[in-house]
T-cell receptor, first 116, second 116 residues
Framework: ETGVTQSPTHLIKTRGQQVTLRCSSQSGHNTVSWYQQALGQGPQFIFQYYREEENGRGNFPPRFSGLQFPNYSSELNVNALELDDSALYLC???????????????FGAGTRLSVL | AQSVAQPEDQVNVAEGNPLTVKCTYSVSGNPYLFWYVQYPNRGLQFLLKYITGDNLVKGSYGFEAEFNKSQTSFHLKKPSALVSDSALYFCAVRDSGSGGYQKVTFGTGTKLQVIP
């Protein structure tokens, strides 16, 4: 086990609703990245948080937003859900020291979101 | 822009035989390369990484990978496959020059099927 926990494990929402997914980082890690993995695809980078600030973003619209808390846990929020948002959402934690990111990301088991 | 290609959707190998899962990459600078494995309904598990140094990298569960800069490849290998190795394998790349920003790009995955 990686020590990264995500909740909930499964979620069903309807189009137009809003959803919040949660992630608890591995102990000692200060950086969190979120990925979307559609069925049959590789994970796609959504964004990364370091010291409670967004540190980089992939090609996702603003309705995907996040937070990182002082204890380095994190949330992913998605507004105005669309059918195509149905996917496995993965959280990954890692350690960044001295301006350089340690390179191994440790993943949680994910939250499977179904949008009907 | 960085990218990863995994040319085989599926690789079948007999138990006890050597296996190879192929990966090629593209980055603007020096690459950081990774292999992850995903079992059904699970998150990604780190197998190994190449940052610098020896071109043959050894990882978890007897896996290794060979970095070839001229061919921009990072193929995953194992001398003797086990049925329990059957899973989805992802190759990933990050540009070493991106500093603290840790956007990692994943391939589309290769399903490994080890036949008893």
């Amino acid at each position: 086990e990686t020590g990264v926990t995500q909740s909930p494990t499964h979620l069903i929402k309807t189009r137009g609703q809003q959803v919040t997914l949660r992630c608890s980082s591995q102990s000692g890690h200060n950086t969190v990245s979120w990925y979307q993995q559609a069925l049959g695809q590789g994970p796609q980078f959504i964004f990364q948080y370091y010291r409670e600030e967004e540190n980089g973003r992939g090609n996702f619209p603003p309705r995907f937003s996040g937070l990182q808390f002082p204890n380095y846990s994190s949330e992913l929020n998605v507004n105005a859900l669309e059918l195509d948002d149905s996917a496995l959402y993965l959280c990954a934690s890692s350690l960044r020291q001295g301006g350089l990111a340690k390179n191994i990301q440790y993943f949680g088991a994910g939250t499977r979101l179904s949008v009907l | 822009a960085q990218s990863v290609a995994q040319p085989e959707d599926q690789v079948n190998v007999a138990e006890g035989n050597p296996l190879t899962v192929k990966c090629t990459y593209s980055v603007s600078g020096n690459p950081y390369l990774f292999w992850y494995v995903q079992y059904p309904n699970r998150g990604l598990q780190f197998l190994l990484k190449y940052i610098t140094g020896d071109n043959l990298v050894k990882g978890s569960y007897g896996f290794e990978a060979e970095f070839n800069k001229s061919q921009t490849s990072f193929h995953l290998k194992k001398p003797s496959a086990l049925v329990s190795d059957s899973a989805l394998y992802f190759c990933a790349v990050r540009d070493s020059g991106s500093g603290g920003y840790q956007k990692v790009t994943f391939g589309t995955g290769t399903k490994l099927q080890v036949i008893p």
